[in-house]
T-cell receptor
Framework: EAQVTQNPRYLITVTGKKLTVTCSQNMNHEYMSWYRQDPGLGLRQIYYSMNVEVTDKGDVPEGYKVSRKEKRNFPLILESPSPNQTSLYFC?????????????FGPGTRLTVL | GENVEQHPSTLSVQEGDSAVIKCTYS??????FPWYKQELGKGPQLIIDIRSNVGEKKDQRIAVTLNKTAKHFSLHITETQPEDSAVYFC???????????FGTGTRLLVSP
């Protein structure tokens, strides 16, 4: 089944404790992206990647890191999480970029930083 | 950069009624406008999209219209059903067409 998977689905952590949210897609997509969803603010892009080893900042990149060593994986790293990073996070992928067709979203990761 | 505004934030209709959600965008160079539906506990899913060389697109009960001059586009759902209840997001292509900028979402509730 074609899908985007994220792990973990739920995470509660404390301020300053490094964490990684994994994202993997099995559709051989070139483009991958991370979004955060907050009430009243919609979906805001954190980072995106047009291809392996190519990443770029979205609209809200502060406090996050990403890497794209393999085509299928695009982990999101929070090196020192803070409470304002409590949010619902989505990974997405598409064949050739966000305007080339459908972006497929993962099921989401709900992160709480205490 | 691109900015997308979406209205209303919540919309309640009776089953069988029509629902309209409106979005405006700021960058006249934007050329791709998708609509995503997010059901409870799930990630958003594309339901319809339109490109700037087209004024209207339909897919069964769903239609999208685009007015490039006014820089706004709308989602129209006819004969609404309870399963249409969800959060709907509009989006517009951003700088360099390597990103999408999303609206703030509309929670649609269809009552039986």
């Amino acid at each position: 089944e074609a899908q985007v998977t994220q792990n973990p689905r739920y995470l509660i952590t404390v301020t300053g404790k490094k964490l990684t949210v994994t994202c993997s897609q099995n559709m051989n997509h070139e483009y991958m992206s991370w979004y955060r969803q907050d009430p009243g603010l919609g979906l805001r892009q954190i980072y995106y990647s047009m291809n392996v080893e190519v990443t770029d900042k979205g609209d809200v990149p502060e406090g996050y890191k990403v890497s794209r060593k393999e085509k299928r994986n695009f982990p999101l790293i929070l090196e020192s999480p803070s409470p304002n990073q409590t949010s619902l996070y989505f990974c997405a992928s598409s064949r050739s970029g966000p305007t080339g067709g459908e972006q497929f979203f993962g099921p989401g990761t709900r992160l709480t930083v205490l | 950069g691109e900015n997308v505004e979406q209205h209303p934030s919540t919309l309640s209709v009776q089953e069988g009624d029509s629902a309209v959600i409106k979005c405006t965008y700021s960058d006249s160079a934007s050329n791709y406008f998708p609509w995503y539906k997010q059901e409870l506990g799930k990630g958003p899913q594309l339901i319809i999209d339109i490109r700037s060389n087209v004024g209207e697109k339909k897919d069964q009960r769903i239609a999208v219209t685009l007015n490039k001059t006014a820089k706004h586009f709308s989602l129209h759902i006819t004969e609404t059903q309870p399963e249409d209840s969800a959060v709907y997001f509009c989006a517009a292509s951003g700088t360099g067409f390597q990103k999408l900028v999303f609206g703030t979402g509309t929670r649609l509730l269809v009552s039986p």
